[in-house]
């Protein structure tokens, strides 16, 4: 378990979505994350809903992020928010989702409404990495008993 | 309709000097892939046409296709499973024909369902493989993946007569696409080649992507070349590079450049066939028009190319010499290939380098060394020299990073690797 000073760092869960087969997001993302000092857990490209929640209720990470760019992302992580927001012990877990998200390469602001409405906290433009660790280092933080 | 078997057709062209040239293409709606087909077929090349299926056929998860094409929404690929048979025939009548055959390309560890509808709609041309559609794209286990390519290949092969010879490339070439070692991708691909063979293909494709390093790109073919004439001598076979499969520099120009070096690659190292990219490759799904614009450029670049050396390849390689262990170290487990791959998985004597598979030891880590190559930071269990690590060290994000987008970077900036 990583902790620094006496502090743990809250922990993450790191996964694709269902339909999206991309590991180097997942892999980048789990070592940034690690080397910030985070317990990482990373379910890997083509994660079922369920086992995303079956993850999340079993970990109860701190954050939740969804990294998918197969243009699928609108679709698929909107679905997989509901049914992650629709469990109340998932409520003060911090939620996010980034990457390529539509099929045209654009930034669909109606789009990324419906997913911040569904539930995530925020949605990141792809390769805003500045933005993530701000995000990150705003968490929670918990001294270690 | 006459037929010519995917695989004749491309000995035919490389009987004439030209090399075969295939999009990576795939639309939900029925008008456009026909039109993505017939303008395919219409370009400039010696071109085979691609149904590229989309992500949610190739998990199976055919209620949500269904929605979406119910709802209107596009998808990444055209869904094979839902749309009705007459419309995908209606999409295939008058293109799909002697002069021009139609792989379908997909990505599914579990593609019986996907089979059996390409096979009623005539056509018999596909690719994948147990091992490369499991562990990089799936959660699927091992074990399930094997059991349902057996099944696949049963169906396909029994196809074969009357004319037709059904037509199976493995993916083994790519698996993450980028930072894999050559001799693993070239053992991946053999292996998946035999697997086919065995279950009743009598037409293969081996293949391989392009990676950082022209000169170990030009040995690592050469290995597949040597490694399939050696072990899948009985059956027809050929190699089908696939241009750069990784992080995609974002300017046209060097997009293009990029692809123009992979058709180089595929002719001078004896390739028959190469699958492009296209200039929009980096920023989204590419159009019909992007798609024709790189057949024409890959094909052009291609007729200016060197032939390969007359002879068998060169067999004095690093590569070659790595992936022959591979090989015959999996061969030497199980007389049935499947199960072979299996325990080699289970016991790391393979390991894809970053693979997040459960099924895959992931100890093995490759890094771009300083002249451009491809090498082992740590073997893991594979049964290499302990030679073969070049440098142990910790990978970083930051190296990793790096790593990714050195190829996209430098083509980038107007050079080359």
Known sequence: ?145 | MTRVPFGDFVAGARARGRLVVQPRMGFSDPGRMREGLARTRAADAVTVGTLTLDSYTRVRDLAAARRAVADGVPLNGYPICTHPPHTSRAVLDGIHDASFPVQVRHGSARPEHIVSALLDLGLDATEGGPVSYCLPYSRTPLRDAVKSWRTACGMLARHTGDGRVPHLESFGGCLLGQLCPPAVLVAVSVLEGLFFAQHGLRSVSLSYAQQTSRQQDLEAVAALRLLSDELLGHVDRHVVLYAYMGVYPHSRGGALTLLEAAARLAVTSGASRLIVKTAAEAHRIPTVADNVEALETAARAAADAPAPPPGPPAADSEVYAEARTLVHTVLELDDDVGTALVTAFRRGLLDIPYCLHPDNAGRARSFIDRDGWLRWADTGALPLPTAAVSAARKVTSADLLSALSHVQRAYDLGGTP
Request: hydrophobic content about 40%.
């Open chain 1, 1 to 145: 378990m990583n902790s620094m000073h006496g502090i743990q760092l809250p922990s993450v869960l790191v996964t694709g979505t269902s339909s999206d087969a991309h590991t180097w997001n997942l892999v980048y993302l789990q070592l940034l994350l690690e080397e910030w000092g985070h317990d990482v857990t990373n379910l890997g490209p083509c994660a079922p809903d369920d086992l995303v929640l079956g993850a999340a209720l079993e970990h109860r990470p701190a954050l939740l992020v969804v990294s998918s760019v197969n243009g699928h992302g609108h679709q698929d992580g909107l679905r997989l928010v509901r049914r992650l927001r629709s469990h109340p012990e998932l409520a003060a877990t911090t939620m996010v989702i980034g990457g390529k998200l539509g099929t045209d390469g654009l930034r669909n602001v109606g789009q990324v409404r419906r997913l911040l409405e569904a539930g995530y906290d925020r949605v990141f433009d792809d390769g805003d990495v500045a933005a993530f660790r701000e995000l990150v280092s705003r968490l929670p933080v918990r001294a270690v008993s």
